[in-house]
């Protein structure tokens, strides 16, 4: 495995705690080496320190540890221009070497954990120096981080531009939300269950929200976020994978392109928003100033390091989405991300029909709440059910009561990063849990007529919600005008 990029943030904190953690499970295989690339002038002495030190700041190594001892062994460094050719092919001598070493068989996974302006650029020169050619009967595969363009156009240059190097069974666009459990649970809780998957449509399902909210705000991601927002940030890739996974029809097997198949369907399916739905069905928000619990008082985006002071910038985002298919027809799926949003979860609700008040007409109607499924994604992990029970008593009182799953109370609790399943299946060359080409722009094609609208009309009202809040009051409005409310966490 090379890392592109190995002393950011993302190779320390995530990718090298999360090999790690698949040593210390027996994941990796023997023959197994890394190699480290950035531009710091390290040497393979102090970059091996570097990492060690790593390992026990952020995977809770202990001072003595033979996982950690194994994997340092194993471990490389080399600097340089990514821009420069000579460096590849001191890269592709290096990786000779380490296959002569360890017995790697020639198989090659590259990590690219860089700016995505480097993307083509990088695969480019892997291209020109033989590294990604496979016809020796080894494997050499790229993993692309999001984010994967900046609208459609882009993303589709993107695509081409990989693809003159690639093929697409070497192309893996990772999203980390995907190595999340309760992700990946989605497929297994609806597929295996025979008491969910036959009310799984709009017969009986009233609507759906899926809620990726955030505490934090951009930090020092201004320089970055200023470029991007909520929109292009979190809704072609996070958000839209996690619609397509709980709306998806059954695979016919669990094999890669089978579950991307009908993912793709499902975004080709979304119905697109023309310029007067753009004003109707989605809302933008901005932070201001405000409190938090944690942290006490914070500041304004605009007032965030290299954000500007005048910024158009969105930090929140809302949309109604429809999904023109037999199965959801007439439900709609209603979406929200931001920043400094009152608490940190993500969730994926799916709010059953109200049964028939018939029988309970002496019964306050707002204490017949609707059944609740609800997917817990972070921070913690698992899934509750609500529905009705009768309240002890000699009247006939009606109350509502979760049941409730958590993954840490049956199942423990292992270190994890959210990235050993994603860089497991790369190793093993399944693609299940990887964006394909299509899927990309599937996803940019729902997103493109908003960017388009809000480029065109830039927001007048920003700021418009306080730090510690749930986001702006015309999110709030956007769902209760179908006489619907958001499921927001207490």
């Excluded at 080399?78 to 070493?101: M, N, T, W």
Aim: with cysteine; proline share 6%; glycine share 8%.
């Amino acid at each position: 495995m090379v890392i592109f990029g190995a002393s950011g943030d993302l190779a320390k904190r995530m990718l090298i705690p999360s090999l790690f953690n698949l040593a210390k499970r027996k994941l990796l295989p023997k023959d197994f080496a890394l190699v480290g690339f950035a531009l710091e002038s390290w040497s393979e002495d102090e970059y091996r320190q570097r990492v060690r030190n790593d390992l026990r700041e952020f995977a809770g190594a202990p001072e003595q540890c033979e996982f950690c001892d194994w994997l340092i062994e194993r471990l490389y460094y080399r600097s340089g221009d990514f821009r420069d050719p000579a460096v590849y092919e001191e890269l592709k001598k290096l990786l000779a070497d380490i296959d002569q070493k360890h017995g790697t068989q020639g198989n090659c996974l590259y990590y690219l954990a860089i700016p995505p302006g480097l993307i083509g650029e990088i695969v480019k020169r892997l291209g020109a120096a033989r590294l990604t050619d496979q016809s020796g009967g080894h494997w050499r595969r790229v993993v692309v981080e999001k984010p994967f363009g900046s609208d459609l156009a882009s993303a589709h240059a993107l695509n081409l531009e990989l693809s003159s190097e690639l093929a697409e069974n070497q192309i893996y666009r990772i999203d980390h939300y995907l190595g999340k459990e309760t992700v990946q649970n989605i497929l297994v809780f609806r597929f295996s269950n025979g008491i969910f998957e036959p009310i799984w449509n709009r017969r009986y399902i009233d609507h759906v929200q899926i809620t990726v909210a955030e505490s934090l705000g951009v930090e020092r991601r201004g320089g970055y976020y200023e470029g991007a927002g909520a929109l292009r940030d979190m809704i072609p890739s996070h958000i839209l994978q996690l619609v397509t996974l709980t709306a998806m029809e059954p695979p016919n097997s669990f094999h890669a392109d089978a579950v991307r198949d009908e993912q793709t369907k499902i975004l080709n399916a979304i119905q697109p928003f023309a310029p007067e739905d753009v004003l109707r069905r989605a809302v933008r928000g901005q932070y201001g100033e405000g409190e938090m619990e944690s942290k006490g008082a914070v500041p304004a985006y605009r007032a965030e390091p290299d954000v500007a002071p005048d910024s158009k910038t969105e930090t929140f985002v809302a949309l109604k989405l429809s999904i023109d298919n037999w199965r959801w027809a007439d439900v709609p799926f209603y979406v929200r991300t931001g920043k400094r949003l009152a608490r940190r979860y993500t969730e994926i609700a799916i709010q059953f029909r109200r049964a028939p008040f018939i029988l309970f007409r002496d019964t306050p109607v707002e204490s017949l709440t609707p059944n609740l499924l609800v997917l817990k994604i972070q921070p913690e992990e698992g899934i509750s059910l609500r529905f009705g029970a009768k309240v002890p008593g000699p009247l006939v009182h009606v109350g509502a009561v979760n049941m409730a799953f958590e993954y840490a109370d049956y199942f423990g609790q292992e270190p994890s990063t959210g990235y050993e399943r994603l860089l497991y299946d790369c190793m093993i060359g399944d693609q299940t849990l990887y964006r394909r080409a299509d899927m990309v722009e599937a996803g940019w094609n729902v997103v493109q007529p908003i960017l388009d609208v809000w480029t065109a009309l830039p927001p007048r009202n920003f700021p418009n919600y306080a730090a510690g809040s749930w986001g702006p009051k015309e999110a709030d409005d956007l769902i209760e005008r179908d006489q619907r409310h958001w499921n927001t966490v207490r």
